[in-house]
T-cell receptor
Framework: DTEVTQTPKHLVMGMTNKKSLKCEQH?????MYWYKQKAKKPPELMFV???????INESVPSRFSPECPNSSLLNLHLHALQPEDSALYLC??????????????FGNGTRLTVT | DQQVKQNSPSLSVQEGRISILNCDYT??????FLWYKKYPAEGPTFLIS?????DKNEDGRFTVFLNKSAKHLSLHIVPSQPGDSAVYFC?????????????FGKGTKLSVKP
């Protein structure tokens, strides 16, 4: 079982909908990440939060809006998406680099389909 | 420009034999490398890592070798088992100030045949 929990597992939404993806971890990690993975491609970084503050935004369109309400939760708010945004959205967490090298722990992802 | 490269999209190995997955990187500033395994419909699972101060790290059936001068690392799985069939991603930790992230290769699909 993964220690990073993502909900929902699957999501189908229209281009005018507003939806949110949720991620939760209880490993005491203070860094949390959103990655996007298209079929047969590697995961690509979208956002990084450190101490609940946005520290990296990889030029992601504003129709994706991240939020980190507390050290255990990470949300990704979706609005006015395009069909090409259909992908697997992965959440991950880790200790901060300042504490030493640490792997990222991934959730099982949300499979998003935009119609 | 790809900074982490896995040039073999797929690899097929007989059960019980050794699987060798290769990875090359271009950025000499990378100093922490990881291997992840991914099954369909699941997130990547961390397997093993290596810091640049080492040239080998072993964990059970999995061994990672690092050749810094060649900017090359490899993952050895021995003996290979059918349950090892998955996509394997090589990743490098990319530091950016006080924070960083993982940069992944494109992955190698390993098939272990009974």
């Amino acid at each position: 079982d993964t220690e990073v929990t993502q909900t929902p597992k699957h999501l189908v939404m229209g281009m005018t909908n507003k939806k949110s993806l949720k991620c939760e971890q209880h490993m005491g990690h203070r860094a949390m990440y959103w990655y996007k993975q298209k079929a047969k491609k590697p995961p690509e970084l979208m956002f990084v939060y450190s101490y609940e503050k946005l520290s990296i935004n990889e030029s992601v369109p504003s129709r994706f809006s991240p939020e980190c309400p507390n050290s255990s939760l990470l949300n990704l708010h979706l609005h006015a998406l395009q069909p090409e945004d259909s992908a697997l959205y992965l959440c991950a967490s880790s200790h901060l680099p300042e504490t030493g090298n640490s792997p990222l722990h991934f959730g099982n992802g949300t499979r998003l389909t935009v119609t | 420009d790809q900074q982490v490269k896995q040039n073999s999209p797929s690899l097929s190995v007989q059960e019980g034999r050794i699987s060798i997955l290769n990875c090359d990187y271009t950025n000499s500033m990378f100093d922490y490398f990881l291997w992840y395994k991914k099954y369909p419909a699941e997130g990547p699972t961390f397997l093993i890592s290596i810091s640049s101060i080492k040239d080998k790290n072993e964990d059970g059936r999995f061994t990672v070798f690092l050749n810094k001068s060649a900017k090359h690392l490899s993952l050895h799985i021995v003996p290979s088992q059918p349950g090892d069939s998955a996509v394997y991603f090589c990743a490098a930790w990319n530091y950016g100030g006080s924070q960083g992230n993982l940069i992944f290769g494109k992955g190698t699909k390993l098939s272990v045949k009974p």
